[in-house]
Structures are given as structure tokens and as C-alpha cells.
């Protein structure tokens, strides 16, 4: 196991070997064998190319090669921030053929957050894009290297720009002699919290934990080798990388198609003319596209091959949930889960009237799930409590935060989810908000004791405090109260302050409020209930 990561304790272990969970298989074994056993059969479809299931074993293991001749080898870390393209594969698949850990990076982190992953996991190598979204990576690289911040290797998908590019390093030929097939209990690789407390903790997923999700997601969903998946979000988002994501369409022998964005126009055309049968957004976009089909340009859209929608990342209101059937033609499977482990889904056969109001249940038999109160009392089934969960694909720790791990997790190993849930009778989970003080926007999190020390920053600030505002699009929105030392910054340039810093554009707040003071509790802290209801105040009167 890896320095820094947390075992499951060894009873445990034996218990999920046993079950079955735990088979023993390495993501070095699911590359070679899914890719020899559905060789000519399409695996990837994206940017112009398609690719076999042979064609993609063939890449990743002569890019395997050309990383072992860079210095890449089994054990090192590296930070892959690559945006919805075939070379993602290709890269990770030959990371796993090494036995290197893959670092997942979300396309739209910037310096900031990838100087803290950089560093944190002590990685060798950083592989981007050249250009994306209207981002140039080499540029943010180059502050990295600059400041002294950047890994030994920056390897560029694209145009390097002074880099090593990605095109160099596929050898001639694949060299089986720099393969390395890891022990099964092993960190496969690391993915990112939603950063509830300032910057994300890394989550080591092991072989055994992480497939054993994968093979049962891909049962639960009804994936098969018909199976054509369409990657709308961000592909290394936990969402669509495994539940069942394009890791789960691989086991099946299915075929991924990558999207670009997740615009109706780009998405719906992709399903016409792919023939997609599932496809997982988060309700902002699920929103966007039954407007779109109602009110929209993309009626005339053929859909008709789509079966499934999933729908997760933030709470999906059951009048939502309600239009999905009519407008799209297709059944709703809501997921709830985190990159910490547990998953759950509505099953494809469930009734209606669970499917729209509740978020599932969870995949495994040996999902612990208590639901407690404030002392971690239980409740009783049907009442709101602190979601608490441990299973054989649930972390027993977050990769060196062994202060952190001491408060996230009980004493007999149960992760506090951060989650206010209830039970229903039928054992799916209604979720009801979060206890954690982190913001939820369309699905991405956004923790406000990061984005308010990135605004404390500022010379002409004197205290800030974030939160979120309800929305009937996101969910929630972030804005920012700021008391300012004399006179105020205009809000546009206190925002451009906060993108120069490198933050990512999700997290940038969307509402800014210059204040005197805020409101405190009896003990002299910031009352950030009563600033939600002041800003609830204010938003009524503007409607």
C-alpha cells in the first residue's frame, strides 16, 4: 500500500474477498484482458476519432513504453488534467500498464489547485492539453515552473509550447518488459475531495475497492456490449469515470463517446448520431436539456435510442425528476455518490413515484449506512440525519491528512459524509442537504474557507465570508460578503484579482456584497446562517 493511504483493517479484507467483492483484479489486468477480448469492437469515439478496443490497447502500451523511457515507473504519481479526449485513455491506460498512479485533475482547475495536487502527491510528471475551453495550460505550466511548483515532467497533449509533447513519446513499438502488474490491495490511483475545508484531500482508490464498484455498477445499469455511453461532464469526475462511466461501458465491451460540452446542441446531436442508449449529467444540465426538447431548437432531435438519463452530483427536484419520461422518452436513474465510496442508485425497474422523489439505494449488500444525530445517536428510519457509511469500496482514510482522517471518520472506520438524509421504507436515501459548510453549484463544490482566503488576499479587504444563495438552476450560487479596509474594490476588479490567483472559474463567487460588519453568534463568530437569510432577504425583494 502506499505511503500515506489507510488499509482496511484485515477482518474486513477477508470479508470482502470472500463475499466476492474483492476479486483480486488490477486495472493492469482489466486493460490487457478488455482489450483483447473486445478487440474489434468499438471502444472510443471523440475529436474526430474512433478507436478499437485493439487500437486502444496498441496505443496505451507503446505510450507506456515512451513514459517508462521518461522516467515513469511503477509507484510514481501523475497529475492527468485532460480534458474530454481519446488521448485521456490512452494516457491513464498506459499509467495502469506501468503501475504509476494516474492524479485525476478537473479541466477546469487552475494554478492554484494544481500546484496543491503537484505537491501533495509528490508527482513526477503533469500531462494537459495544449489548449482548451480557450485556456492555454503551457501558460499556467510555465507559472509553475517558474515558481518552482512544477513536476519534473510537463508532457502536453497537442502543441507543446517548449514542453514534452505527448506525439514523442509513442515509441516504435511496446515494450512488455515495462509493464508492472501491482499487488490488487494497492492505490490504482488518486481523485480529488470536494474540498469541504479549503483545498481537496486525495482519496487513494485501490484495485480491488474501485472495480469491485465498477462491475457492480455495470450489473445494476444493464450494460452489455450494446451499450453506447456518452461522457457529457468532465471524465474523470467519479460520476462518469465509474457509475458505471466510461470504466463501466469498458467492462461491458460498450462503447464511450466523449462530448466535448454538455450543451444540448453538442449532446443531442452526439446521441443521433451515435446512437446513445445512457448518458449522466447533474441537474443543471438535465434542465437545460428538457428545455431545450420543450422549448427549445433541438425538438426536431432524434433521441430516440437514449434508454437511460442519470442524474446526480446535487439533489434533483422531483418536479424535474417528473419530465424526464415525457420529454426525453427515457427512464431517470438517480445517483448519489461520492469519490470517497459510496454509491447509490435508483434501479432501472424501480416505480415511478421512487425513481422521481428519491436518490437510490446503495450497490452493495455490505454498505453500512447509519443515519445519525448531532451526538451520532441513531434515528429513526424516516428522519433527517448525518449520512455515515462504511463498505467495501468506501476509504478507511484520505492520502497523508492523517489530522483530517481523525474527524472524517469514526473510530470503528464509518466516513462522515457531510450528508443530511433520510431512509425510506424501502431503504432508498432522500437527501436533504449538507451539514458541511461547502457550497454546492450544479454539482461542483466549492468550499468557502478557501475562496474567502483567496479574497482575504487582497490589499483593500479586511474580513469575507461565503456563502451560498439559493438558485433555481444550480442549486446554489456563491457569494461573497466583504468588509473592505477603506475604500471598497469595485466588484469587477475584486474578481479579477481572484482568476489572476489561478482559482478555478466555478468557484469565482457570483454575487459580491460589500458590508460594514457582519452578523456574530453569542461567542463572537460569524453568524453565516443569518448572513444565507439577510441574502434570502435581499433576493426576495429583487424578484
Known amino acids: 500500500m502506499l505511503d500515506g493511504c489507510t488499509p482496511w483493517p484485515a477482518e474486513f479484507a477477508v470479508r470482502y474477498r470472500e463475499a466476492g467483492y474483492w476479486t483480486g483484479e488490477t486495472f493492469s489486468d482489466f486493460v490487457t484482458d478488455r482489450t483483447r477480448r473486445f478487440a474489434d469492437r468499438l471502444a472510443v469515439v471523440g475529436a474526430g476519432q474512433r478507436w478499437t478496443y485493439a487500437e486502444l490497447g496498441e496505443r496505451s502500451a507503446v505510450l507506456a513504453t515512451g513514459l517508462a523511457r521518461l522516467g515513469i515507473a511503477a509507484g ?19 499509467l495502469f500498464r506501468l503501475g504509476a498512479l494516474p492524479v485525476y485533475a478537473l479541466p477546469a482547475h487552475r494554478a492554484h489547485e494544481i500546484t496543491h495536487l503537484c505537491t501533495t502527491a509528490q508527482a513526477k510528471a503533469l500531462i494537459i492539453p495544449d489548449r482548451h475551453a480557450g485556456f492555454d495550460y503551457r501558460t499556467m505550466a510555465a507559472q509553475l515552473r517558474h515558481a518552482g511548483t512544477a513536476p519534473e515532467h510537463v508532457v502536453v497533449v497537442g502543441e507543446p509550447g517548449g514542453f514534452t509533447p505527448l506525439a514523442e513519446l509513442r515509441a516504435d513499438r511496446p515494450d512488455p518488459g515495462v509493464f508492472t502488474r501491482p499487488e490488487a490491495s494497492d492505490a490504482a490511483f488518486l481523485q480529488l475531495s470536494g474540498g469541504t475545508t479549503g483545498l481537496p484531500k486525495l482519496i487513494p482508490r485501490t484495485h480491488d475497492d474501485y472495480l469491485y464498484s465498477v462491475r457492480a455498477s455495470a450489473e445494476i445499469c444493464a450494460l452489455g456490449t450494446d451499450t453506447v ?103 431517470l436513474q438517480q445517483v448519489f455518490g461520492m469519490a470517497e465510496g459510496l454509491v447509490n442508485y435508483t434501479r432501472l425497474d424501480d416505480p415511478d413515484d421512487i425513481i422521481t422523489t428519491t436518490q437510490g439505494r446503495p450497490i452493495s449488500p455490505d454498505d453500512e449506512i447509519r443515519i445519525v444525530d448531532e451526538a451520532d445517536r441513531p434515528v429513526p428510519d424516516g428522519e433527517v440525519g448525518h449520512l455515515l457509511t462504511r463498505g467495501p469500496y468506501t476509504i478507511r482514510g484520505y492520502y497523508r491528512a492523517e489530522e483530517h482522517n481523525a474527524t472524517a471518520f469514526t473510530p470503528d472506520g464509518f466516513y462522515r459524509t457531510g450528508d443530511l438524509v433520510r431512509r425510506t421504507p424501502t431503504g432508498h436515501l432522500v437527501v436533504e442537504g449538507r451539514a458541511k459548510d461547502q457550497i454546492n453549484r450544479g454539482g461542483e463544490k466549492v468550499s468557502a474557507e478557501e475562496v474567502e482566503n483567496h479574497i482575504l488576499a487582497h490589499p483593500a479587504v479586511h474580513d469575507a465570508a461565503v456563502v451560498g444563495m439559493s438558485d433555481p438552476y444550480l442549486g446554489e450560487r456563491v457569494c461573497a460578503y466583504v468588509i473592505a479596509r477603506t475604500e471598497p474594490p469595485s466588484r469587477s476588479e475584486l474578481l479579477r484579482f481572484l482568476r489572476e490567483r489561478g482559482l478555478a472559474s466555478y468557484k469565482i463567487p457570483d454575487r459580491v456584497e460589500f458590508v460594514d460588519r457582519f452578523p456574530v453568534t453569542g461567542v463572537g463568530k460569524i453568524s453565516r446562517s443569518e448572513l444565507r437569510r439577510e441574502l434570502a432577504r435581499r433576493l426576495d425583494t429583487t424578484r
Open 229 to 331: 455511453y456518452l461522457a457529457a461532464l468532465p471524465a474523470v469526475h467519479n460520476f462518469p469515470m465509474s457509475s458505471p462511466g466510461f470504466l463501466g461501458t469498458f467492462h461491458a465491451g460498450g462503447t464511450v463517446v466523449l462530448a466535448p460540452n454538455p450543451s444540448p446542441d453538442t449532446a443531442f446531436s452526439l446521441i443521433e448520431t451515435e446512437r446513445v442508449t445512457i448518458t449522466a449529467v447533474v441537474p443543471p444540465i438535465a434542465l437545460q436539456w428538457l428545455d431545450a426538447v420543450e422549448h427549445g431548437s433541438q425538438s426536431h432531435r432524434d433521441l430516440s435510442s437514449l434508454r437511460v438519463l442519470q442524474v446526480g452530483g446535487a439533489k434533483f427536484a422531483p418536479e424535474a425528476a417528473r419530465r424526464v419520461r415525457p420529454v426525453l422518452g427515457c427512464t
Open 76 to 94: 510514481d504519481r501523475v497529475v492527468v488534467q485532460l480534458p474530454n479526449i481519446p488521448e485521456l485513455f490512452e494516457v491513464v491506460f498506459a
